[in-house]
T-cell receptor, first 112, second 115 residues
Framework: AQSVTQPDIHITVSEGASLELRCNYS??????LFWYVQSPGQGLQLLLK??????LVQGIKGFEAEFKRSQSSFNLRKPSVHWSDAAEYFC??????????FGKGTMLLVSP | NAGVTQTPKFRVLKTGQSMTLLCAQD?????MYWYRQDPGMGLRLIHY???????AKGEVPDGYNVSRLKKQNFLLGLESAAPSQTSVYFC??????????????FGQGTRLTVV
């Protein structure tokens, strides 16, 4: 069965510092991968997605993610974090009928 | 274009009461889904539908029923609410082009508390 692991429950980053959120997946076929962001009390916003092709994917708000098949990873990165990036981030893999299996999330805290 | 709309946004139920959550999408999507979100658990699939009149169980279907009588609507029912069903519920929809560049579009969520 497919699964997604986000090893870090919480991460604290200083404003202006770089960010990397880890995501590892388990899926038998070519994975379709997503990163979503959720601000407190809000819905999910799609940051970026990987379906095929270039393994470095650009998303909104200056985020990017790199798909590494050999490591079964899809880590999210941002070169310089802003205070408004503080939120919870979810990695997900798509399965049959476009259902999604989500990781448990990583809460990003941004310190001044 | 409203996208995916969930009704209601907030609800408090007493144990044993019943209620229905409504999800409506105006994008002519074939597929629709209900997820629940609990702290530290991410989102988990409750039920989904691949077309009008069809439904299927997801990862955590117990205690819920669903119906898809119209293509644009997907209803989630709780017949006898339990405190364990306190959660935030998200509806989503997507196109049916499997293997193509499709993504799910999410509603804003329904926060349900069962006391």
């Amino acid at each position: 069965a497919q699964s997604v692991t986000q090893p870090d429950i919480h991460i604290t980053v200083s404003e202006g510092a770089s960010l990397e959120l880890r995501c590892n997946y388990s899926y038998g076929a070519t994975p379709y991968l997503f990163w979503y962001v959720q601000s407190p009390g809000q819905g999910l916003q799609l940051l970026l997605k990987y379906f095929s092709g270039d393994t470095l994917v650009q998303g909104i708000k200056g985020f990017e993610a790199e798909f590494k098949r050999s490591q079964s990873s899809f880590n999210l990165r941002k070169p310089s974090v802003h205070w408004s990036d503080a939120a919870e981030y979810f990695c997900a893999v798509r399965s049959g009928y476009s259902t999604l299996t989500f990781g448990k999330g990583t809460m990003l805290l941004v310190s001044p | 274009n409203a996208g995916v709309t969930q009704t209601p946004k907030f609800r408090v139920l007493k144990t044993g009461q019943s209620m229905t959550l409504l999800c409506a999408q105006d994008m002519n999507h074939e597929y629709m889904y209900w997820y629940r979100q609990d702290p530290g658990m991410g989102l988990r699939l409750i039920h989904y539908s691949v077309g009008e009149g069809t439904t299927a169980k997801g990862e955590v279907p117990d205690g819920y029923n669903v119906s898809r009588l119209k293509k644009q609507n997907f209803l989630l029912g709780l017949e006898s609410a339990a405190p364990s069903q306190t959660s935030v519920y998200f509806c989503a929809s997507s196109y049916s082009q499997r293997g193509r560049d499709t993504e799910a579009f999410f509603g804003q969520g329904t926060r349900l508390t069962v006391v």
